[in-house]
Every structure is written in structure tokens, then in C-alpha cells.
């Protein structure tokens, strides 16, 4: 929900209400189980820059001038004392760099009317009759760090943490059986924890993404991976606390974190607006109750392989599918090159996260049936963009074969015989590869040549008509240089590539491959299309400067 007043989500102006209100809402922000306590929401999390300076400045002195001034003058305008403080934290680092000359900074200074619109803004939020609750303060900012971390593709709506894959109550009652596990007993929450490659990943091998049904896949956040999460608020650990009190503690962290992430989403999501009009967070919390029992599930110390089974391995041939897609979407859209090769190895990142997070979980079927091997990609249907031009492959060569000091230069710099789709230019292509400039030059003995390296690689026989066509166009006909047509075909290969390595593991992903086998498996077709996606550089990149000593000698004359 944005607030259009002030230009802000209204999760975001929440928190910041809340901060100015009661200062003591600032402890709902520090994760107090690390060993180094510290804030878990950012001032990058918030998404509106006076914002994110305002939170700054109350986290680097201003709750205490807020404090002082109050003190200091008893009989003033509380939210305007409140505003002045900030104005003034807020400013100063403003002003620090514009005495250092920055001249940005001096520009922000001088703008007096932003200063008195956030001053305004400040003084608003300070008051008591600003729609906010304190004592929810964690669950605005949680909002907050989830739409910095998931924006979303609809107007308003924080974030989507997952998409259904289709289920049915099986699924769901035991995707609820993992949860409840660790809602009877927080300590289970160990079962789930890893040290990941990356500092910034999870240290969680169980994510809400694998969840099937949207709905667990929320809970899970709320209870385990998200920022505040359930199994740390106080009441969770609290030993004055008998175990069914702090289940109920942490059912109600969650449903009204649940609620609280439909109220902001409800503006732009209409299922979020019947969830909150039909009280649907309130079953939820029956559910999770049920959860909890001992009994819902055979054994709840079980909950890590039950989410192995159950929840991570049947995740991972749709997230695969999924990345397919992307690659699909990028390769074949109207993009550079060079954005192609940073999505291939986005995708194969995410594909090494998958991984590790797999072989972190206590699976039953490690090494079984290692050797298996992929299914072959698909025929390309009717209709798909076929990526092939015959002609532009034997302008090229006609090109080459006339000038192969083109090889040299350029973006022939960047061909490889992978480029022509047609045997017989392909051998050409290797034919003035291989032999010396002279030679290269002379029709006759680029076709012997090629027909001799096909012989060598045991490939069906040349076509003879289509060589002496090439050959005797060489001689008699005018092209233009390669370079045009090269980085075409260059093109045209990354594309196709692309579409067929997408083609390959989508196929792949609807096989019953093991897990693992079918990480690895994609890994490699994506890393075959990163390889063409790359030598677009390669042709990008200028061609060094040759050096001529007598230009060098003349401008130290």
C-alpha cells in the first residue's frame, strides 16, 4: 500500500512512526540471537531515499536528541520537537560533506523546500494519532526488508515468495507437518541449518520457494528463514513458558505477520483483500494448532527428512523449469549478447545455491544411480525461430576465401565453425583455418582440404556441388567483407544455443531425474550457452594497437 501523500509505502512510513513515537520499538528491530547484536533492518531496505536517511539518522543519534529535546522543552508541540530533532540529525551529515566541498550535498542543503515537505512529513508521523501500531513495529519492517528483497511485478503488492505448483491436501498436511515439528519445538529448527558458500545466503537449506502451496511458503518465512523470525522472539526460548504457551506465542507472530503482509498487498491483490475480508489467517492459525500436536505426524524428529522428501527434492524440477524459462525469455528476446551471458550465469548460480543447499539436506538416495543420463532435447517445434541463415554463412566464406586475413581481424575474430549450420560450410570454415594464407585463397584447395578433415572426423561425405559452388563463386564474384555477416552468425548461434539448452533441460526437468542429476545436467547445458554467449565480447573488445616505431620515434622528435 502506498501512501500517495507522502510518496512512500505505508509499511515504510510505519516503522518510521513507530521509532518516533516510542523509541523503545527500536528492540523489536535488533536480532538479539547473534553473538553481535545488530539491526536486521537496513536503511537500504527502505525504498524512498528521505526515508532511508530519516532511519539512518534515528539509528546514529537521533532517538537520543529526540530524548533530550523532549526533556528540554516539556511544554512544546511534541511532534514538533520530534521533527526539529530529526531535521537536525538528518541534515548533518549533509553538512559535513558540503563543507568538504561536495557540491551535491551543498545542492540538497539549499533546497528548502524538500527540507520543510520532510519536516512536515516528520511531524505527522511523530503524532499519536498516526494509524501505526507499536507493538508491531518487527512486522512493518519485515514487510519492509521483503519488498526490497522480492519487489513485485503488480502495483503495491510488497512481494511473492512463491507460486503454487499444484497441490493437494497430502502436500499441504505435510508441508504442515514440518512446520508444526518445529512450532511444538523450536530447537528442530537446528535440523535446517548449514554453512552456505556465500555470506549472503540463508543459513537455512530449507527455503519458502520450495514450499508447494504459497501459504506454507509464508509461514516458513515467518517461522524459520525470514528477518524476525518466530523461532527467535523471546517467548520461544522463554523457559518460565510451559511448550504449549510458546507454541501459541509463535502462531500469533505469525498470523499477524500474515496479516499484516495482506494488509500492505491488499491495495493491488485482490485475494489478499478476501483473505482479510473472510478472516482466512485466523483458520490458518487453527491449522497450525493442529500442527503442533506430537501426533499430526509419526515422529516430528523426522521434520528434515519429511522436508527433504516431501517439500526440497519435488521443488526442484519445477525451480529448474523455472530457470529454463528465464533463459528461454532472454535469449530469444530482442537483448545483447552480453545480457544473455550475465542471465546464463545468474541462472547457473542459482543452480550451484540448489546444490549445495541439496547435498546440505539429509537425503536417503545420495549416489543412487549417479549415471543417469539426460533424455535428448525435443524436436523444435513448428513455427519456433529456426536461427540459421545458409546465405549469410556462404558470404562469408566467399569473404574469407577471397581475404582470409579477415581471421585476424574484426568480428571473424570471433567465428568457430559451430557458427555454419550446413556440413559442408562448416569444413569449409576449418579448411581456411588450417591452411596457410597463400593456400587458403585457392578454392581448390580449401575444397580438398575440407573433404580430408571430414574424412578424418569419420562425418558422411561432403556434398560435391555445394563445394565447387563455393568455389567458383570465390572466383568470380564480389562480397562484402565477413565482418557484417560473422557477427550475425555469431548471433544466430548464442540464440539458438540458448533455445536449445533451454529446450534440453525443460525436457529434462518433466523426467523423473534424480534431484542432483538434473542440477548438473542443466549446469552444463548452461554453461555451453554462457561459453557462445561470451565470444560476443570477443568481437566487442577493439583490436590491440599496433605499434609503429617511426610514429613513436617522430612524436619524441
Known sequence: MNNDQYGAPQHELNVLSSLLRDRSAVNQLVDWNRPDPQYWLAPAHFQTAWLQDAYRALLSGGLDAIEQQLRAYPNADPSMVTADAVM???????????????????????????????????????????????????????VTVRAAQH???????????????????????????VIGAILDNPVRAQQFRYVPSSPDASPYWLQPQDFADPST????????????????????????????????????????????????RS???????ARLDAKAN?????????????????DPDNAAQYAVSFILEPSIPAAVEDLAGRVRDYGLADTSLGQIALELSTNEYALDQLAERLDAAPRTLVG????????????QPQGQPS???????????????????????????????????????????????????HAARDPWLVANQANQLARYDGAPALDFDELNSIGHAART????????????????????????????????????????????????????????????????VPEPAHYNYNTQQANFA
Open 282 to 298: 485466523r483458520v490458518i492459525a487453527t491449522y497450525l494448532a493442529r500442527a503442533s500436536a506430537r501426533a499430526y505426524s509419526p
Open 151 to 177: 519487489p513485485s511485478e503488480t502495483t503495491n503488492v510488497p512481494f511473492r515468495l512463491s507460486r503454487s505448483r499444484g497441490t493437494d491436501d497430502d502436500v499441504v498436511k505435510k508441508e504442515l507437518a
Open 88 to 142: 537536525a540529525t538528518m541534515m548533518a551529515p549533509y553538512q559535513q560533506r558540503a563543507a568538504a566541498g561536495d557540491l551535491s550535498a551543498q545542492a540538497v542543503l539549499r533546497d528548502s523546500a524538500y527540507w520543510a515537505a520532510v519536516h512536515n512529513a516528520v511531524r505527522q508521523l511523530a503524532q499519536p494519532s498516526w494509524p501505526a501500531n507499536v507493538e508491531h513495529a518487527r512486522h512493518d519492517a519485515y
Open 267 to 273: 491495495t493491488g491483490d485482490e485475494s489478499a483483500k
Open 387 to 437: 536461427y540459421t541463415s545458409r546465405p549469410t554463412e556462404r558470404r562469408v566464406l566467399l569473404s574469407l576465401i577471397q581475404d582470409p586475413s579477415q581471421l585476424q581481424s574484426g568480428p571473424t575474430r570471433s567465428l568457430a565453425a559451430q557458427d555454419f549450420t550446413q556440413p559442408e560450410h562448416a569444413y569449409i570454415f576449418k579448411a581456411i583455418q588450417s591452411l596457410p594464407p
Open 217 to 264: 511458503a509464508e509461514i516458513w518465512d515467518a517461522l524459520v528463514t525470514g528477518p524476525d523470525p518466530a523461532i527467535a522472539i523471546p517467548a520461544a526460548a522463554d523457559p518460565r513458558l510451559t511448550p504449549q504457551q510458546r507454541t501459541a506465542a509463535m502462531i500469533q507472530h505469525i498470523t499477524t505477520r500474515l496479516d499484516y503482509n495482506d494488509y500492505h
Open 477 to 540: 564474384l564480389t562480397v562484402a567483407p565477413a565482418g557484417q555477416g560473422a557477427g550475425e552468425l555469431v548471433t544466430m548461434t548464442v540464440r539458438r544455443t540458448v533455445r536449445d539448452a533451454s529446450t534440453a533441460v525443460e525436457a529434462a526437468a518433466r523426467e523423473t531425474l534424480d534431484p542432483r542429476a538434473l542440477i548438473d545436467q542443466s549446469r552444463e547445458q548452461f554453461q555451453q550457452a554462457t561459453r557462445e554467449a561470451l565470444r560476443y565480447h570477443e568481437q566487442s
Open 368 to 379: 543412487y544411480n549417479q549415471r543417469q543420463a539426460a533424455p535428448p532435447a525435443p524436436e
